[in-house]
């Protein structure tokens, strides 16, 4: 599996971005789809994330109500909709694939360490 991730960019404070993670892999609609992100000097953390087989979703309280993870399985494509981006929202993302078919409960899903594949992210920065 490889992930591609891309949209990335500089925005004012208030703005949007979408960023999109593209798979490859026929079975990309079994992975496991997560953003995590990473500033700079601080350790990469988790944003949102969207098991294979339903509607859960999940996200970092820091992100709710201005992010949305959303799969299109017929593309092998993840996004993560930003909106109301704020100066702290700058970071390096990342999107990662999770294998796992078993059912999980959102506490796993926040764990880079149960992610088997990641991209190679993309700069986020988000000016004052």
């Known amino acids: 599996v490889q992930l591609q991730a891309y949209g990335g960019g500089l925005v004012q404070a208030g703005g949007s971005l979408r960023l999109s993670c593209a798979a490859s892999?026929?079975?990309?609609?079994?992975?496991?789809m997560g953003w995590f992100r990473q500033a700079p000097g601080k350790e990469r953390v988790f944003v949102a994330a969207?098991?294979?087989?339903?509607?859960?979703?999940y996200y970092a309280d820091s992100v709710k109500g201005r992010f949305t993870i959303v799969r299109d399985n017929a593309k092998n494509t993840a996004y993560l909709q930003m909106n109301s981006l704020k100066p702290e929202d700058t970071a390096v993302y990342y999107c990662?694939?999770?294998?796992?078919?078993?059912?999980?409960?959102?506490?796993?899903?926040?764990?880079?360490?149960?992610?088997?594949?990641w991209g190679q992210g993309t700069q986020v920065t988000v000016s004052s």
């Open positions: 990662a694939a999770d294998t796992d078919t078993h059912y999980r409960d959102n506490y796993y899903y926040t764990q880079e360490g149960h992610y088997d594949y």
């Open positions: 892999g026929r079975t990309f609609s079994s992975y496991a």
């Open positions: 969207r098991p294979w087989s339903d509607s859960r979703t």
